[in-house]
């Protein structure tokens, strides 16, 4: 049995992580932020990332792997973005991680562990309208990297780049069946992603199958990112 710290784990990608994580006999502690759950198994506790002081006093001594699930889709214009919202994304999707690995990181060394962030296909691929998602998802790219080379051979630290998954972030983008359609026909698999297909990668980064993998950011986007 393992330990497993997933925050943002009350919807989507992060609730399907904890249900694996949890249906195999692993410890979850698990984060929610605007909507309270609960599973069998599984510690849930409150936290805002966007907190300047968090509570882990719940966390266990040892950690092996943390996963890191908030995030924001936001596309609009180039010229209608302020300097705020992307300051606002940036403190979500990026200085949340760092707070996380930096709360996480004294119980992460006990053992061999790994780090698993989320990024977005929007990152190596240019699409209209994506310029506040990318420029902080492109920053936790980096991040990724930089902490992976800091910590090996400890802690492992991997990246996931997903297209467009069918969660409640991406609901203003898959709000009835013709868009539904539409973006699904954009992808070379012709459908949109389920979130247990980014829980089955981040439950592969985080597992002793993928110990030689660090520093990487795996594309999971239905082909988006490498076939035209």
Same mark, same amino acid.
Do not use: W
């Given at each position: 049995m393992k330990n497993y710290w #997933?925050?943002?784990?009350?919807s989507g990608i992060g609730r399907?992580? =904890?249900?694996?994580?949890?249906?195999?006999?692993?410890?979850?502690?698990?984060?929610?932020?605007?909507?309270?759950f609960?599973?069998?198994?599984?510690e849930s506790h409150y936290l805002n990332v966007l907190d300047e002081n968090w509570d882990t006093s719940y966390l266990?001594?040892?950690?092996?792997?943390?996963?890191?699930?908030?995030?924001? #889709?936001?596309?609009?214009?180039?010229?209608? #973005?302020?300097a705020d919202a992307f300051l606002s994304d940036y403190q979500l999707q990026v200085l949340g991680a760092v707070k996380a690995?930096?709360?996480?990181?004294?119980?992460?060394?006990?053992?061999?562990?790994?780090?698993?962030f989320f990024s977005t296909v929007a990152v190596g691929t240019g699409f209209n309208f994506h310029t506040q998602v990318a420029a902080s998802k492109g920053a936790v790219e980096g991040l =990724?990297?930089?902490?992976?080379?800091?910590? /090996?051979p400890t802690i492992r630290f991997n990246c996931i780049a997903p297209s467009l998954?069918?969660?409640?972030? /991406?609901?203003k983008l898959l709000g009835n069946d013709q868009k539904r359609e539409a973006n699904a026909q954009r992808h070379p698999m012709k459908r949109i992603g389920d979130p247990e297909d980014l829980a089955h990668a981040a439950e592969f980064l985080l597992s002793e199958k993928t110990s030689w993998m660090t520093g990487q950011i795996l594309h999971v986007d239905g082909g988006m990112s490498a076939i035209k």
């Open positions: #997933i925050i943002g784990a009350s399907s992580l =904890t249900e694996m994580l949890s249906e195999k006999g692993h410890r979850v502690y698990a984060t929610y932020c605007k909507n309270e609960s599973l069998q198994g599984v266990p001594e040892r950690l092996d792997g943390l996963v890191y699930c908030p995030g924001s #889709i936001n596309l609009k214009p180039f010229k209608r #973005i302020s690995v930096q709360a996480a990181l004294p119980r992460l060394k006990t053992a061999p562990s790994s780090v698993v =990724t990297r930089s902490l992976a080379a800091e910590f /090996a998954t069918d969660t409640p972030l /991406a609901g």
